[in-house]
Nanobody, 127 residues
Framework: QVQLVESGGGLVQAGGSLRLSCAASGRTYSSRFMGWFRQAPGKEREFVAAISSSGGSTYYADPVKARFTISRDNAKNTVYLQMNSLKPEDTTIYYC????????????????????WGQGTQVTVLA
């Protein structure tokens, strides 16, 4: 029903910026609450940011607040994650995901509550 493909990852110096994109297929995309997560090897998948279906509400994990900005352009079927002031601790694989339609946004930080996932894009930040 919804397919997600991330892009825009890469290698940057500390303090630099990257803009991740998540291209969605399926006409139900615009009705979905969307999230970005990251997961390092051997670590739990970690919530990064989320955005309501209309784009009117956004949410951020404390470690990225004031540095990252999530946005969406439903006309282009795309969700973005603008990452500024990157730190080496941000190095990992980043995934976009679509929340299950029946789940409250109160569970937006819980990976198992998301129905669709992209393949991930690698972000590496050098000191």
């Amino acid at each position: 029903q919804v397919q997600l493909v991330e892009s825009g990852g890469g290698l940057v110096q500390a303090g630099g910026s990257l803009r991740l994109s998540c291209a969605a297929s399926g006409r139900t995309y615009s009705s979905r609450f969307m999230g970005w997560f990251r997961q390092a090897p051997g670590k739990e998948r970690e919530f990064v940011a989320a955005i309501s279906s209309s784009g009117g509400s956004t949410y951020y994990a404390d470690p990225v607040k004031a540095r990252f900005t999530i946005s969406r352009d439903n006309a282009k079927n795309t969700v973005y994650l603008q990452m500024n002031s990157l730190k080496p601790e941000d190095t990992t694989i980043y995934y976009c995901a679509a929340l299950r339609a029946s789940i409250s946004y109160a569970y937006r930080t819980v990976p198992s509550m998301y129905e669709y996932w992209g393949q991930g894009t690698q972000v590496t930040v050098l000191a």
